[in-house]
């Protein structure tokens, strides 16, 4: 017998899925745009990129609609773009080499990630101290607290995986710029049909996405939390020592 649609729950996965991607590549691409007009380059501000404006960033199928479809579908594949942000090597006035430079741009963008995946876990990590603190050990799960944690701990997931994914070398993807200039004939020769070999390889052959995304995605996603955990912790049980155990 099929379930009853529940709208409420609906809209909370959609919340849960969308609010992070937008903020996450809203981040993503604010940092592209910040290392390139600090090369030197306006083209980023000329278009309207820098800035942290979700509205500047997101693209209506690719942010919005793609991941929408994916939570509302029930086991399609969870697809997601934002705008990307041009940039113009030749407009670098900084004295390091362009390909450095455009490296440094590429680079930017999964940092970006990471350090905001960290401060999303140090923000976990505080949630549970909070319940703690306030003798919540099982909190309601409609409570601002529980909710908080589960939107702060989709931005740790959501910042994993836009770094891991946006790091693979594989054109037009950002790793593919970190890569030494001696694969620059293989690139110019295969690049175009990477991606499109990657999302196959990802979508149709088992154990595919795991290797490459998954599981490093897990590993990062558990060094964040594992680090926000080494600095809210102490520094917790230092002020608040009634508060323990929080983990």
């Known amino acids: 017998m099929d379930q009853p649609f529940d709208a409420a729950s609906t809209v909370t996965k959609l ?20 290392v390139a007009t600090k090369l030197g380059d306006p083209t980023p501000g000329e278009d309207g990129r820098l800035t942290l404006d979700p509205r500047a960033h997101i693209d209506p199928v690719g942010t919005l609609l793609m991941p929408a479809l994916a939570v509302l579908g029930g086991g399609l594949p969870m697809l997601g773009w934002a705008k990307p942000t041009a940039f113009r ?7 390091l080499a362009p390909r450095l430079g455009v490296a440094l741009v590429s ?41 908080l944690g589960v939107l702060f701990y989709r931005l740790v997931q959501m ?15 950002d790793g593919a710029s970190l890569l030494p200039k001696a694969l620059d004939p293989f690139f110019a020769k295969h690049g175009r049909m990477m991606f499109p070999l990657l999302f196959l390889g990802i979508a149709f052959i088992p154990g595919v996405a795991a290797f490459l995304i998954g599981r490093p995605t897990a590993y990062l996603e ?8 080494q ?4 520094l917790a049980e230092r002020f608040l020592p009634a508060v323990f155990p929080v983990l």
């Open 107 to 147: 680079a930017a963008g999964p940092l970006a990630n990471v350090a905001f995946g960290f401060l999303s876990a140090v923000a976990v990590v505080c949630v549970q101290i909070a319940a703690f603190r306030h003798g919540s050990a099982h909190p309601d799960p409609r409570s601002l607290p529980v909710a």
């Open 89 to 95: 090597p030749d407009r670098f006035t900084s004295k």
């Open 231 to 234: 600095i809210a912790v102490p």
């Open 159 to 173: 910042n994993a995986l836009l770094a891991v994914f946006n790091a693979l070398p594989v054109p037009p993807l």
């Open 222 to 229: 558990s060094a964040m939390l594992r680090g926000a955990a």
């Open 15 to 34: 919340l849960l899925v969308l609010v992070p991607m937008v903020l996450c590549y809203s981040v993503h691409e604010f940092a592209h745009a910040y």
